[in-house]
């Protein structure tokens, strides 16, 4: 086959992103590109309002067609649980107080129902992009989608979705709705410029079980419709046009990884206990109540950081103690037996929350447990849902962000005003519910014993500690580099919150990215960690790692890593031990 210029220069050229959903893909790309619609403000005359105000009605009549024709699609291919999205963007279109203010708004303003619509929607997406969290990026990339689909349907424009073949799909960025639109044609797998792994749309192709790497840059200036390419869904990789030793050595390394899969299945309902009899709680971190089936698939121990601030998305107040209880109690009945740990509200800083402050440096502002506790009618609504959802015993609480012991103090408090209060109206609930602390703050590190001598147990927040024991902000892209979860420093803290949690007779857990490392994994257990909290996707493989060796060895390991200098060091050390030891993980450059 003759090549051109431009292929030739790109021949065998890497991409790198973030793996979303695992497998290897090889064939021809498709470049799914979706105008946005152009919106223009125009006036209207007073006889002209009623008709926009029809045609606003028909396009969002016919926007809850298209989405209720997804969302029975997407439970039929990926479940109830993941489909709830596509339900969640019905609702905005039947919220009739947020459509009720658009009808208003074209009235008084007498302006066109496409600019309004844009104004009032996207006013609720831009709230939402001005955190620094990837997860609120992903909920605002869905209020956007949803207020260009009302637009498109007024312009009564259509978008793509038949293509022919077997392709993989390159696109800057994907909603929900695409990547179930799309996974009708033969979908070989998705590569896109941004998003990240908590997108619901990385969450459906894992569903869907097809290969996914994001936040690939430009990818879609790289790529063109029928290059072919290769997508690494492990490792986070894309290859334009691979060379012949490139397509050999992903071929291996697919049948390894399929090798590798299939005996990860067979640890599903095993525990995470080493070869010399130790055990470990291993279980998972979630941020939206329909990630509970995956959880539970990928043969989960419970759930050890349950993020309640999921319950603010797309709302302009905070929900009632009645609203909270429903969505607690589900995700506690679907668990049971199993443990869940939730964490009450941890708003500011990079997350975002109705009411927040204007602050220039919010990481260092007013954020997790300093608002519960300057809001007690907020803390207050959230502990009484938390405990009245308590009755199957499988419940138990943390409180971020804590600095000083006199905020436990003021948060134990509060948890006795609660339970006095429900024991008030004839209300059960568990009294001998868990309460914990994460430590995410130095100072609460350094102060871990007087903490833990207060509470059932502590969770180590390992991103924000990380981040702040090092002053590296991990979003800065002129600092990340230094941002090192095997930093010595890092190394040494852990271990003195181990100690004193372990001096009270307290357990301690970790969860965060550090936690689901595998190369971290015999080092944390090593160290003294009685639980990791880890992304439901990296569960198995942690298992596997812990299945695999003697507790003796891991604590022989950890006490040697405490002997670098430096976290490169550290990370070789590991690595050398891990393909050593369990010469079947898959560790190769990419992947670590």
Known sequence: MDMDFTTITKKGMILKGV??????????????????????ERALSEHEIDKEIERLCRAIGKSSKELNKILSFAQQKVGEGKAKI?????????????????????????????????????????????????????????????????????????????????????????????????????????????????SHAAL?????????????????????????????????????????????????????????????VELKDLPATTRDGHSIELSANIELPEELEYVV??????????????????RDDFPSEEEQYHEYKKIVDRLYPQRVIMRT?????????????????????????????????????????????????????????????EEVHRAKEFVKKAKAELRSKNVKFDNTMSFGVMIEVPAAALNAAQIAAEVD????????????????????????NLYQELNPAVLVTLKHVINAAHKHGKWVGICGEMAGHPLAAPLLVGLGMDELSVVPAVLPEIKKIIRSLDYKQMQKVATTALNFSSAD????YL??????????????????
Request: hydrophobic share 40%.
């Open 19 to 40: 793996p979303a959903s695992p497998g290897i893909a090889m064939g021809t790309a498709y470049l799914y590109t979706k105008e946005i619609p152009r919106v223009e």
């Open 86 to 198: 596509f339900e969640a963007q019905i609702m905005v279109l039947e919220d009739q107080i947020l459509i009720d203010s658009i009808k208003q708004r074209i009235r008084s303003e007498r302006k066109n129902a496409e600019f309004i619509v844009s104004s009032e929607i996207g006013k609720y997406a831009s709230l939402m992009l001005t955190a620094r969290d990837e997860y609120m990026h992903e909920r605002a990339h869905d209020m956007e989608d949803l207020k260009n689909r009302i637009i498109r349907n007024m312009q009564q424009e259509k978008l793509v979705s038949k293509v022919e073949g077997s392709i993989i799909i390159v696109a800057h960025n994907l909603t929900p709705a695409d990547t179930m639109i799309l996974s009708r044609n033969h979908v070989l797998g998705y590569a896109t410029d941004l998003g990240g792994i908590t």
């Open 204 to 264: 459906v192709s894992r569903s869907l079980k097809i290969p996914a790497v994001v936040a690939l840059g430009d990818v879609t200036r790289e790529v063109e419709t029928g290059d072919f390419i290769m997508l690494d869904g492990y490792s986070g990789t894309l290859v334009i046009h691979p060379t012949e030793q490139q397509i050999a050595e992903y071929e291996q390394k697919r049948n390894r990884m399929l090798q590798f899969e299939a005996q990860l």
């Open 297 to 314: 698939l990928q043969g989960s121990q419970g759930v050890g950081l349950f993020r309640t601030e999921s319950l603010l998305i797309g």
């Open 345 to 405: 509200f941890d708003i500011g800083g990079d997350k975002i929350a109705p009411e927040m402050a204007e602050e220039a440096n919010p990481f260092l502002g007013w954020r997790g447990i300093r608002v519960c506790l300057d809001r007690p009618d907020l803390f207050m609504n959230q502990l009484c849902a938390m405990l009245r959802a308590s009755m199957r015993k499988n419940l138990a609480v943390m409180f971020p962000m804590v600095s000083t012991i």
């Open 457 to 480: 147990f502590l969770s180590i927040g390992s991103n924000d500690l990380v981040q702040y024991l090092l002053a590296v902000d991990r979003g800065n892209n002129l600092v990340c």
């Open 569 to 572: 060091e550290v990370e070789l």
């Open 575 to 592: 690595r050398k031990f891990i393909k050593k030891a369990i010469p079947d993980i898959p560790l190769d450059t990419d992947n670590s």
